[in-house]
C-alpha cells in the first residue's frame, strides 16, 4: 500500500469524523421497539447533513447506508422492519466517503438490559480490536494484528470468524492487503507508517461456523449463538496507530 500523504489522511480524519458521528447518533437511537430501517435513517441523515456519500449503499447493491445485524447475525444484516427488543444484541457497521476517501467502523451494542454473558462477548470483542489496534506498529507484520486479536478472543473462550477478515481502505472500501483477525506473530506482510487499515474481529460466543442466507446478504452463526463486531479505521502513523474513526 502506498504511503498516505498528510493531505489524504486528512480527508480520511474527515470520513472517519462522519462514521463516528453515525455510531454516536445511532447509539442513541437504539432502543426496544425500534426498527433497523429506523436507526438507517439516522445514518442517512448524517450523511445527508456532513455533505458525505455513503460507501456502503449500492455496494454490490446493498440497499441501505448501515449494515445491521442482531444477536445472531455476524455482519452483513439489511436494515428493515426487525424490531429490536429488550436483550437483544445489535452489531452497527457503516462506513462514509469525504472527497473520494473512506472510512469504516462498526460497534455492538445491547438494547436495554442484556445478559451479563451478552456483555462479556461485547466487551471481550471490543478488547480485541484494541490489542490488534496496538499491535499496529511500523515494522510489525500483518500477522501480529491478527494474532493479538486471536489471543484475545481465545483466551475468553470465545471463537474468531475466519471467513469475512479486515482491509486496507482510502480511496476504495476495500483495498488490500486483507487483515484477518487470527495469525502468527511475525508472518504476513510488513506494516509501514501511512498505512491505512480497516480492523473488524467478528467474534461468536460458540462456533466459528458461518452460514450465508437466502438473502446473499445476512450471515449468522452455523449454532445461532450470538456474535459481535468491532471495526476501526486506523492509519500507522509514526507515532503508532491512529483511530480515525472516532471523534
Ligand atoms: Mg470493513
Ligand atoms: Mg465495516
New binding site residues.
Partial sequence: MARRSADELRKMREAGRVVAEMHERIRAAVRPGVTTAQLDAVGRDVISRRGATSNFLGYHGFPAVI?ASPNDVIVHGIPGSIILDEGDIISI???AVVDGWHG???FTMGVGEISSEAQRLIDVTEASLHAGIAAMVSGNHIGDIGAAVQHVVEAAGYSVVQEYVGHGIGRAMHESPEVPNYGRPGTGGKLHSGMTL?V?PMVNLGTAETFLTEDGWTVVTADQALSAHF?HTIAITDHGPEILTRL
Fill in positions: 449494515c457497521d457503516c462506513g469504516d467502523a462498526a480497516a473488524e471495526e
